[in-house]
């Protein structure tokens, strides 16, 4: 989450580096790894920095955007830049899509900094690529850690609208159903605790906050959620008129204010109600004490011994939670990359090359 941008190097020094130096086997003959553009670009990761740090600092909820535009990359075809396509001819932009549909965002920073690598090394580097880094330097902008980036990315040519509305995790899914498309990704109940805790997940609808991460952009990362999110937790959980016994009545009590059983619709609230624009494991605090917002936020407490497990040492040690939550965004980034001969390094985002 956002809070006073403090220069990314001096928050990488101060909160650690995680290394990631091992490449990655991918899809195309090749591998992913840090030092992929050492000679043919050596400035790429300042100039993404430098960008995303300028985006961020005019409007903090960019970097919540551009996180959550990786995942849903990531979460569909595997990390290949397809969101960014427009449709065109036979191919179905994924932004049509119900998870993507009016609040996918970012792309102009996406622009910018493929415009400014243009200059310094045409034809050169991925938008996948810059995807990648640029969510992990949103990462350390907000709070978190630092780490090494594996890269050697390509640009996918075609997009999956279908893939698009399935594969991303949903707010009423049950725990197993995104668990299921979790390690369908290649991820464990791990990865997704941990991945939770920056609120990177589970689409909520449009986004419709002006702050900065965590809630309802399909990611659920733009501190808030509305009324219609979590109206059924409060009146009708069950379907027997009466709420989700696992929710703190007190808590309940302050959320009818805003959220009546009909009417204020797009009522925001906080989904982090005690730090909603840091970086921290306040949110796994929250849901130890029935105070999570969402369904989707609660059940890793009441529906998974081992995510409750997880989410506890969470809630006690934040330091564990910051060197998870870098190394399983590395995860993330690693879902079926293509490289070598497959896809090509796109000039335009919106478009595959003519």
Not at 53 to 58: I, N, Q, R, T
Not at 203 to 219: D, E, F, H, I, K
Not at 315 to 326: D, K, L, M
């Amino acid at each position: 989450m956002v809070h006073n941008i403090i220069v990314v190097v001096v928050l990488a020094l101060a909160l650690g580096h995680v290394p990631h130096c091992l490449s990655s086997k991918t899809v195309g003959g090749g591998s992913l790894y840090p030092q992929f553009y050492d000679h043919s670009c050596p400035n790429v990761q300042e100039i993404v920095e430098n960008v995303v740090a300028k985006a961020v600092a005019k409007e903090p909820r960019m970097a919540a955007s551009l996180l959550r535009l990786h995942f849903h990359d990531c979460f569909v075809k595997g990390c290949d830049a397809s969101i960014l396509l427009d449709s065109s001819g036979s191919l179905i932009s994924e932004k049509r899509s119900i998870p993507n549909r009016n609040s996918a965002r970012g792309f102009e920073v996406i622009d910018e900094i493929k415009a400014a690598l243009e200059k310094e090394c045409p034809h050169t580097v991925s938008f996948a690529d810059i995807m990648a880094l640029a969510a992990r330097d949103s990462t350390v902008l907000t709070g978190g850690l630092s780490s090494d980036v594996p890269l050697g990315r390509r640009d996918s040519t075609g997009a999956s609208l279908s893939g698009s509305n399935n594969n991303i995790p949903a707010p009423n899914n049950t725990f197993q159903t995104i668990l299921t498309k979790f390690k369908l990704k290649g991820l464990d109940i791990v990865d997704l605790v941990a991945l939770s805790g920056k609120q990177i997940q589970y689409p909520v609808s449009p986004c419709v906050s002006s702050y900065g991460l965590g809630t309802p952009c399909a990611l659920r990362i733009d501190t808030n959620a509305r009324c219609t999110s979590f109206r059924q937790r409060l009146y009708n959980q069950s379907g027997h008129g009466q709420p989700d016994y696992t929710l703190d009545q007190s808590y309940a009590s302050q959320l009818h204010a805003n959220c009546p059983r009909s009417g204020g619709d797009q009522n925001l609230f906080f989904l982090d109600f005690i730090s909603p624009i840091n970086f921290d494991n306040s949110y796994f605090k929250n849901l130890l004490v029935n105070k999570g917002l969402l369904n989707s936020d609660q059940v890793l407490v009441t529906m998974n011994g081992a995510s409750s497990e997880l989410l506890k040492t969470y809630a006690y040690n934040q330091e564990h939670f910051f060197q998870q939550f870098a190394k399983s965004m590395i995860k993330m980034g690693n879902i079926s990359p293509l490289t070598g001969n497959k896809g090509e390094i796109r000039y335009n985002c919106r478009k595959v090359n003519a």
